[in-house]
């Protein structure tokens, strides 16, 4: 099953930037080789459910062995059955509205 995710995750680290622990993230999820979009407060991911998930796991992982006690991660998820759709289709969509 394929999904569309925005992946947020705040690492406690003691400090007021997580700079470090974000650019872990998301090469974690840039070597998963699906399309993947960095944000101002997250990251957008479309694939299957099960690499995503998978990164979102690995990612925890090594944020926590960089030093992360604790981790808050917000993930909103969609997926469909009726058509295939990517980040980029949502965007063009509502642009098309806007037009």
Sequence with gaps: MNVIADLCVVPFTGRVSVRKEVAIAHRILVETGLPVQLHGYGTNIEGDFDV???????IHEELHAAGAVRISTSIRLGSRTDK????????????????
Excluded at 52 to 58: D, F, I, S, T
């Design 52 to 58: 995503v998930m998978g990164a979102l796991k690995r």
């Design 84 to 99: 295939v759709q990517s980040v980029q289709d949502k965007i063009d969509a509502v642009e098309e509205q806007l037009d």
